[in-house]
């Protein structure tokens, strides 16, 4: 089992970047598949990017395709969520996920591991 600690949340202004960061403990990351997902309040969890086991491959929803880029830094054993040109609507709680045996999925099912989340707030 991986433990992972999400930080790097915070208030920006819209059309401003954040960088979230994933910090792994118990498991080396490049033996996972990865996602990060947001909830608003009074929505349910979505998914926001995926990177697959070998690093070679990201899906992004709609919403933040062009804008979001997901990463990893093996030797710090952390995975990263660059956001730019951010907007109101991504204002939410980001969580980031492992998945031991996928390839990286949209899917939150898809997932057994799971942060405690950070707060993005984006103001206008």
């Known amino acids: 089992q991986v433990q992972l600690v999400e930080s790097g949340g915070g208030l920006v202004q819209a059309g401003g970047s954040l960088r979230l960061s994933c910090a792994a403990s118990?498991?080396?990351?490049?033996?996972?598949?990865w996602g990060w997902f947001r909830q608003a309040p009074g929505k349910e969890r979505e998914f926001v990017a995926a990177?697959?086991?070998?690093?070679?491959?990201?899906y992004y929803a709609d919403s933040v395709k062009g804008r979001f880029t997901i990463s990893r830094d093996n030797a710090k054993n952390t995975v990263y969520l660059q956001m730019n040109s951010l907007k109101r609507e991504d204002t939410a709680v980001y969580y980031c996920?492992?998945?031991?045996w996928g390839v990286g999925s949209s899917r939150l099912d898809s997932y057994e591991n799971w942060g405690q989340g950070t707060q993005v707030t984006v103001s206008s």
């Open positions: 996920a492992a998945d031991r």
């Open positions: 118990g498991r080396i990351i490049r033996t996972y598949a």
């Open positions: 990177l697959s086991r070998t690093g070679s491959t990201t």
